[in-house]
Structures are given as C-alpha cells and as structure tokens.
C-alpha cells in the first residue's frame, strides 16, 4: 500500500498558468479531500468527495475546480493561478464519509504563484 | 461554523519533562470528534490522538494524552516523558459527528524540545 500519494511535491507558476495537482489513493476508500495549508494558519477545506461522481465545496473552493470519475483519484485544478494561492496542498482520504472513520493525508504539493 | 483556536503559536520544553498544549474550540453540536495532529519538518500530517465527545474518558496513547472539558469546550494535549522526536507543529482539529468527513483545524502551535 502506498497509501495517498501527491504528484508534484513542488511547483512554480506564474499568474494565470493552469495546473493540476493529483492525487490517489490505493486503500479503496470513498471519501477524499483537498486541504490548503496558509502560513500561520491550520488546514482549511477547499473541496470534498463522498464517492466517484460527487463532489461539493469546502470552507475554501474559489478559484478551484475538482473531479472524481475514478475511486482512486482526486485531482484538484487551478484554472487562472493567482498569488492568493501560493500555499500547501493536502490531500487527504478515509474508508468513507462516515466520521468515525480515520482520515489519511498525503506528503502535501508546496505551489508558489508568482 | 465551528471554530477550533490555539492560543499558543510557540511552545518549549526540556527533553523527559511534560508539556501541555492548549486549545479550545466552539460549536452548538452536542456530539463530535476532536483530534490532534502531528506535523513534523517533513510536512506529513499524523494523526497522535482522537477524542468522541460522547466519552467522558479521556483519551490516551503511550506518553499522549488530553484533558477534555466539554462544558468549558476545551482540549488540551499533554506529552509527558517529551522527547526529541516530538518536536513539530501541533494542530487540534474539530470534526462534526454527523455529516461529511470535514475537518476544522485550529492555527498550530510549534513545539520545541531543548535537550
């Protein structure tokens, strides 16, 4: 078991570049979720997924774009990169939505927007 | 919206004596989890200990474990026996017991263990 991997580690953009950041699982589980991490602040959700099909926003979804076609992978989108979204990406999953179960987190992706 | 603060962004201890970090959050809901994380220089986060608000008992894992106050919404971690190893940042995080998987997390506070 790799556990919940994330591809890139690091990554540079410049304003308005698009990019996605992946990432999967291989334990088979239903829920996933994308973390930001902002100096000086905790983990804050951007965009959740209770299965493959369906989808729905966090605390923090603008400028974001998700989708989940496979149980495996997550992959979250910057359509227009801006400055605001240099930060700390967390991937993260549990076996399901239900709160009982523990949730995974990925290395994280250090995205720096220029 | 639940909020979970951390009220201390620093802390020290030395190597073997005990420390305690702080937190305290807010929501309306009756039942809950709450948890604290570990993220050390690598960046993983780890899961140290997790607490049902439905348990008057206090949780506890080897040399971690938390004082859970319910009425004053409060859960503060102690390390006892600290080791140099445990030096990291340090999140609470709140989670609703019904619903999605939604984790609220406190700002962190950065634990260093002087030898």
């Known amino acids: 078991n790799a556990g919940v991997t994330q591809t890139p580690k690091f990554q540079v953009l410049k304003t308005g570049q698009s990019m996605t950041l992946q990432c999967a699982q291989d334990?088979?589980?239903?829920?996933m979720s994308w973390y930001r991490q902002d100096p000086g602040m905790g983990l804050r959700l951007i965009h959740y997924?209770?299965?493959?099909?369906?989808?729905d926003q966090g605390e923090v979804p603008n400028g974001y774009n998700v989708s989940r076609s496979t149980t495996e992978d997550f992959p979250l989108r910057l359509l227009s990169a801006a400055p605001s979204q240099t930060s700390v990406y967390f991937c993260?999953?549990?076996?399901?939505?239900?709160?009982?179960?523990?949730?995974?987190f990925g290395p994280g992706t250090r995205l720096t927007v220029l | 919206a639940q909020t979970v603060t951390q009220s201390q962004p620093e802390m020290s201890v030395q190597e073997a004596e005990t420390v305690t970090l702080s937190c305290t959050y807010d929501t309306s809901e009756s039942d809950y989890y709450l948890f604290w994380y570990k993220q050390p220089p690598s960046r993983q986060m780890i899961l140290v200990i997790r607490?049902?608000?439905?348990?008057?008992q206090n949780a506890t894992e080897n040399r971690f474990s938390v004082n859970f106050q319910k009425a004053a919404k409060s859960f503060s971690l102690k390390i006892s026996d600290s080791q140099l190893g445990d030096a990291a940042m340090y999140f609470c995080a709140y989670r609703n017991y019904q619903g999605a998987q939604k984790l609220v997390f406190g700002q962190g506070t950065r634990l260093t263990i002087n030898p």
């Open positions: 334990m088979n589980h239903e829920y």
């Open positions: 993260a999953s549990s076996y399901s939505k239900n709160s009982a179960d523990t949730q995974y």
């Open positions: 997924s209770v299965g493959a099909g369906i989808t």
């Open positions: 607490q049902e608000a439905y348990k008057q």
